[in-house]
T-cell receptor, first 113, second 114 residues
């Protein structure tokens, strides 16, 4: 059973739209949640979240974690075609072996010009 | 300045063959990983090594054998390849074996078994 569930599985928007990607998780001993962007090749790191309620920002991307409700969101404002990618959410759980990340199945974002 | 590199990028081979994928990182990281990503983009960990010591060994067939000759290298050898082994294999590294370090991924090796 998946520990990390992402929604929606896919999303198609037009340039300039704002999108919100969701990641919910089930762990007993949360440590950190990470967001990655995967274009054609390797996943590239976006954010790591460990504390609830503190927003991380990088340009048009931002992310926040809610440890009480067990979810995180990734917002992208003023989307561009270059934002088209699969966005992966991953979880580090204190109860698991150090270094183990549980990945969600990703959200495929397509931005049309 | 490639941080995590893998060779080859593409590998097409027949069932029953043995093949190896090599990974190198020049980030000075202590920990390296192998992941498998299936056709539905689901990324699952296979192995991790910390300072050449095996830490994570997921329930993968024992046809898969990782080898870490030093901290900067982690290779994956696969015996008796099967159709179901077709996937993209990613190597990754992190600064240390801890919860607070992000993992950096290599470009992937697309393995196709015919």
């Amino acid at each position: 059973e998946d520990k990390v569930v992402q929604s929606p599985l896919s999303l198609v928007v037009h340039e300039g739209d704002t999108v919100t990607l969701n990641c919910s998780y089930e762990v007993t001993n949360f440590r950190s949640l990470l967001w990655y962007k995967q274009e054609k090749k390797a996943p590239t790191f976006l954010f790591m979240l460990t504390s609830s309620g503190i927003e991380k920002k990088s340009g048009r991307l931002s992310s926040i974690l809610d440890k009480k409700e067990l979810f995180s969101i990734l917002n992208i404002t003023a989307t561009q075609t270059g934002d088209s990618a699969v966005y992966l959410c991953a979880l580090a759980d204190r109860g698991s072996t150090l270094g183990r990340l549980y990945f969600g199945r990703g959200t495929q974002l397509t931005v049309w010009p | 300045d490639t941080a995590v590199s893998q060779t080859p990028k593409y590998l097409v081979t027949q069932m029953g063959n043995d093949k190896s994928i090599k990974c190198e990182q020049n980030l000075g990281h202590d920990t390296m990983y192998w992941y498998k990503q299936d056709s539905k983009k689901f990324l699952k960990i296979m192995f991790s090594y910390n300072n050449k010591e095996l830490i994570i060994n997921e329930t993968v067939p024992n046809r898969f054998s990782p080898k870490s000759p030093d901290k900067a290298h982690l290779n994956l050898h696969i015996n008796s390849l099967e159709l179901g082994d077709s996937a993209v294999y990613f190597c990754a590294s992190s600064q240390a074996l801890a919860y607070s370090y992000e993992q950096y991924f290599g470009p992937g090796t697309r393995l196709t078994v015919t």
